[in-house]
T-cell receptor, first 116, second 110 residues
Framework: DAGVTQSPTHLIKTRGQHVTLRCSPI?????VSWYQQVLGQGPQFIFQ???????GRGNFPDRFSARQFPNYSSELNVNALLLGDSALYLC???????????????FGSGTRLTVV | GQNIDQPTEMTATEGAIVQINCTYQ??????LFWYQQHAGEAPTFLSY????GLEEKGRFSSFLSRSKGYSYLLLKELQMKDSASYLC???????????FGQGTELSVKP
């Protein structure tokens, strides 16, 4: 079975540009969460989507948005990129909803975004 | 507020035992997780504690004391492949999220 797949694996963008990152969850998983991991730090929660609705949001500016599609895949969008947005963006999928814990929470390998 | 602290770096010798500590202060707690992350790779699940006590899984054990806001990950019979970052994370049902510490970079020397 395929795990959580993210695309692209690496990306270089210029300040002010827009970026879209994609995530396909494990088959049968209905929940997708996004995390930002700056080099040398732990991941920080950005969003959780369950059944195509936003169920949780971290402390990130409105430049960050996301959505989940009927097939449960998800996109993370970041507008007006800043140098500080350079990070590894991780997607995690799980079968359960927001109240069902992080069991079966599987991370993808991430998208490495570099803003220059 | 929420704060999770763990040492930045640790070094240990192959075959030895190492304990990585984690202290937390969060406004909500629904379980504590440990993940292993090799450079450039995804975090992988190691252990989960929701009740006080020790959970053992092969060479890895994790302990939790909720009253003290304290956990540790114990790695026995260290191998070179255990060199990685170890992430302590608290699960909060509200908002459905993991709150991570900064990670402990473990180097295993021969």
């Amino acid at each position: 079975d395929a795990g959580v797949t993210q695309s692209p694996t690496h990306l270089i963008k210029t300040r002010g540009q827009h970026v879209t990152l994609r995530c396909s969850p494990i088959s049968g998983h209905k929940s997708v969460s996004w995390y930002q991991q700056v080099l040398g730090q732990g991941p920080q929660f950005i969003f959780q989507y369950y059944e195509k609705e936003e169920r949780g949001r971290g402390n990130f500016p409105d430049r960050f948005s996301a959505r989940q599609f009927p097939n449960y895949s998800s996109e993370l969008n970041v507008n007006a990129l800043l140098l500080g947005d350079s990070a590894l963006y991780l997607c995690a999928s799980s079968s359960g909803g927001p109240g069902q814990g992080a069991h079966g929470y599987t991370f993808g390998s991430g998208t490495r975004l570099t803003v220059v | 507020g929420q704060n999770i602290d763990q040492p930045t770096e640790m070094t240990a010798t192959e075959g030895a035992i190492v304990q990585i500590n984690c202290t937390y202060q969060t406004s909500g707690f629904n379980g504590l997780f440990w993940y292993q992350q090799h450079a450039g790779e995804a975090p992988t699940f190691l252990s989960y504690n929701v009740l006080d006590g020790l959970e053992e899984k092969g060479r890895f054990s994790s302990f939790l004391s909720r009253s003290k806001g304290y956990s540790y990950l114990l790695l026995k019979e260290l191998q070179m492949k255990d060199s990685a970052s170890y992430l302590c994370a608290v699960w909060r049902n509200q908002g459905g999220k993991l709150i991570f510490g900064q990670g402990t970079e473990l180097s295993v020397k021969p």
